[in-house]
């Protein structure tokens, strides 16, 4: 620990990675250094409490793939997503010259979204009449790739693109409660290929980057988090942020926020979003230790409400330009004035 500041905890340090997130029925909790070969949080022992019984465990467990894109003309989000009784798809993409937003999603019952199993050699796959999404990983050697299609109200949307690791992995296993795990591993990586829309081809060029988040875990009957990402190019290298707030039930010991830059990660400390309401433009973002101070200036929101008997979910997905600064642990500042955000506000009643 002498090679990090007092304020980085040492479970925020990466470890190495057990076979499998589960053993004994006992969830691992950390910061491991590579990707799980077995993510078996079905394996938990009343990961919800004794009062929900085992067949219960799987309508409780929310997992989703994304692959987000950053290219010259715009940002893409993409997902496959089980959570409940749904499987989806969704593409989003917003273009930065018009500042506007389209989307595509593809609704499915549950067992027939195939979210993949772990990152070393599975797949994520939904296909409907008008879309079809498959993500290949291969993220133990640091390769992903994305291939798919979806067409709506806003037109055909297409991509192909191969991933490539820039950075060491974030790989985190967080407590939700004394053994209710939320694990992700997000992967910052070189993107190259092309995404199309309405017969618009744009192609990757040397600065386009991409960002992969798995995402498994039992969240709370009533849960929350505010997420706010950024990847490009910063002063002619490869650089992007992490920031997640969620219901660590401790938040210096487990969170994923984190810096990356070209073979270097750095972790940050726990931060808090600030708004003067959900509507707000303008969200603030800072930590207790003067490594985080930004301001996210939003241009357009996609909304996916959901309510059903058994769900109520609230999603923003803002799009928009970060303002401000965070530091690395070793004490180098990285002003990001201007650099395109995407942020997440998502509450769920489930």
């Not at 990466?14 to 004994?24: F, L, R, S, W």
């Not at 009343?46 to 994304?66: N, Y």
């Not at 950053?70 to 940002?75: Q, R, W, Y």
Request: proline content about 6%; some cysteine.
């Amino acid at each position: 620990m002498s090679d990090y500041p007092e304020y980085i905890s040492e479970k925020r340090i990466p470890v190495p990675t057990p076979e499998a997130i589960v053993e004994g029925g006992k969830a691992h909790f950390g910061t491991f250094a590579e990707p799980f070969r077995k993510l078996n949080l079905i394996d938990c022992e009343k990961p919800c409490g004794r009062w929900m019984p085992d067949c219960m465990k799987k309508s409780r467990l929310t997992e989703w793939e994304a692959v987000e894109l950053h290219l010259k003309e715009g940002i893409l989000v993409s997902a496959v997503y089980n959570t409940g009784p749904l499987g989806f798809s969704i593409f989003v993409w917003y273009d930065k010259r018009s500042k506007k937003i389209s989307s595509w999603r593809n609704i499915v019952p549950v067992k027939k979204a195939k979210v993949a199993s772990q990152l070393i050699d599975d797949e994520c796959y939904l296909k409907t009449a008008n879309s079809e999404y498959r993500i290949t990983n291969d993220l133990l050697r640091g390769k992903a790739r994305a291939k798919g299609y979806s067409e709506g109200k806003c037109g055909r949307f297409a991509l192909e693109v191969e991933l490539t690791r820039i950075s060491p992995p974030s790989v985190v296993s967080i407590p939700f409660g004394e053994n209710k795990p939320l694990y992700s591993e997000k992967d910052f990586l070189k993107a190259e290929g092309y995404v199309e829309l309405n017969g618009e081809r744009f192609l990757t060029d040397e600065c386009s980057v991409g960002i992969i988040d798995d995402h498994k875990g039992y969240y709370p009957y009533k849960a929350h988090y505010d997420w706010l990402t950024t990847m490009g190019y910063l002063n002619g290298e490869a650089f992007a942020f992490n920031l997640t707030r969620n219901q660590s039930t401790d938040q210096d010991a487990y969170n994923e926020n984190l810096i990356w830059k070209e073979g270097e990660a750095f972790p940050l400390p726990p931060v808090k979003f600030f708004r003067e309401k959900r509507s707000s433009p303008v969200w603030e973002i800072r930590d207790d230790f003067g490594t985080v101070d930004l301001r996210f200036e939003i241009d357009a929101t996609f909304l996916m409400p959901i309510k059903l008997l058994v769900a109520d979910v609230y999603y923003a997905l803002p799009f928009g330009k970060i303002y401000g600064f965070v530091v690395d642990t070793k004490g180098r500042k990285y002003v990001v004035d201007g650099m395109y955000g995407i942020g997440e506000d998502k509450t769920t009643r489930m």
